[in-house]
C-alpha cells in the first residue's frame, strides 16, 4: 500500500479559454500538510459577502451561486450528504472500485464544501489522492481532521479548472444545481473533459424537480426557480438538462444516468423525516425568495408548516440522479 507522507505533487494549468480570467493558474499541491500554494490567487476575493435577512451570499463577480454561504447552509449540506449516502448506499456509481483499490489514481472533487465525500472516499482508498476545490474556503477540515493523501484548493471553476489536460481519473460532483447558469454548466463540463484521462469517469449527482408537490410547495418552488433565474441566471432544475451536456461532448461514452427515489416526510420513517427537514431548512435559506411571492418574511417561514403537513399528506418525494461517463480515446 502506497503512503502519501511525504510526497509533493505539482500540477500545472494549460486551460487556455480566453474568456477565463485566471487561465495559466500554477498551483502546488502538498498532500503532506494539506496546505495549497496558489501563486495567481485564483480566488483573492472570497471575503465578498453580501448580508440578505441575516444570510451570507457571495458577492462576487461571475459566481452565481444562489444560496447562502455560512455557517447554517455548512449545517444542511452536511445532513444532505449523510442522506445521499444513505440513499445510494455507495459514494459513486462510476465502476471505478478496482482502480481505486489499486492505488495511485487521482481524484477531483468539485464543490466540495467541507469535504466530507473527500474524506470518506480518502479514508476508504488511503492509496489513491483526493483533491477537494470549493470557491469558499471557510469550511474546509482543519488538517488534523484530514488523511494525508487529501487535499483542498480555494478556486472559482467559471474561471476554468485549474490542472493540466488528463490529470484525473475520476471526477465528480454534486448538488451544483444552484451554482452556475447554463453556459457556465456547458464550460464546466468542457473543462472536466479536459482535466480528464482517457479510460477516466465523472460523475454528476443533482436532485429532480419534487413529486406531489401541494399547493403551497409549488409557490414557493415556483419563486425559487423565478428568482434564480431573474437575479443570478440560474437553472435551479437543471437536473434534467445533465445528460444532455454529457452527449454533447464527443469524448465521452458509455453514459449512464440512474434514479433513486427520496421520500420527503414522517410517511416514510426516520430517513422520509430528515429527507423533509433538509427541505425546509434549504427553503428557509431562500430568503430572495419572499419578494417574488409579495409576501413579507414572516410570512414565508409560516408558509413553512404548510410544506410539512402538505408533504406528509401527499407523501412527497423527489429523485436523485447520479449520471456518469467515460472518457474513450477514438484512434
Not at 216 to 238: P, Q
Request: hydrophobic share 35%.
Amino acid at each position: 500500500m502506497k503512503s502519501y507522507n511525504t510526497q509533493d505533487f505539482s500540477f500545472i494549468s494549460d486551460n487556455s479559454k480566453d474568456n477565463r480570467k485566471h487561465s495559466s493558474t500554477s498551483i502546488k499541491v502538498d498532500a503532506t500538510n494539506n496546505k495549497v500554494e496558489d501563486k495567481n490567487e485564483v480566488i483573492s476575493l472570497l471575503d465578498k459577502f453580501k448580508k440578505i435577512d441575516g444570510r451570507d451570499f457571495f458577492d462576487i463577480e461571475d459566481l452565481n451561486y444562489v444560496l447562502p454561504s455560512d455557517k447554517l447552509e455548512a449545517e444542511r449540506a452536511n445532513l444532505s450528504y449523510i442522506l445521499r449516502k444513505h440513499l445510494w448506499r455507495s459514494n459513486y456509481s462510476s465502476p471505478i472500485t478496482e482502480m481505486l483499490e489499486k492505488g495511485g489514481a487521482k481524484i477531483l472533487d468539485i464543490g466540495c464544501g467541507s469535504g466530507d465525500w473527500i474524506i470518506d472516499m480518502a479514508i476508504e482508498y488511503p492509496s489513491s489522492t483526493f483533491i477537494g476545490i470549493d470557491v469558499d474556503s471557510s469550511f474546509f477540515p482543519p488538517i488534523d481532521k484530514c488523511p494525508p493523501n487529501v487535499c483542498f484548493l480555494t478556486c472559482n471553476v467559471t474561471y476554468g479548472i485549474p490542472f493540466p489536460k488528463e490529470t484525473f481519473d475520476f471526477v465528480f460532483m454534486s448538488m451544483m444545481f444552484a451554482a452556475f447558469t447554463e453556459p457556465q454548466w456547458s464550460d464546466l463540463f468542457e473543462d472536466i473533459v479536459r482535466v480528464l484521462k482517457y479510460d477516466g469517469w465523472v460523475e454528476s449527482l443533482e436532485p429532480t424537480y419534487i413529486q406531489n408537490m401541494g399547493k403551497v410547495t409549488k409557490w414557493i418552488d415556483d419563486a425559487f426557480v423565478k428568482a434564480s433565474m431573474k437575479e443570478r441566471g440560474v437553472n435551479v432544475h437543471i437536473c434534467d438538462m445533465i445528460s444532455k451536456f454529457f452527449e454533447l461532448n464527443v469524448e465521452l461514452t458509455n453514459i449512464q444516468c440512474i434514479r433513486l427515489e427520496c421520500p420527503m416526510g414522517d410517511w416514510c420513517g426516520c430517513f422520509g423525516k430528515y429527507s423533509l427537514n433538509n427541505f425546509i431548512k434549504l427553503l428557509q435559506s431562500m430568503v430572495i425568495v419572499p419578494q417574488y411571492m409579495g409576501i413579507t418574511h414572516d410570512e414565508y417561514a409560516k408558509l413553512l408548516n404548510d410544506v410539512v403537513i402538505e408533504s406528509n399528506e401527499n407523501k412527497a418525494y423527489s429523485y436523485q440522479q447520479r449520471c456518469f461517463a467515460k472518457k474513450t480515446l477514438f484512434t
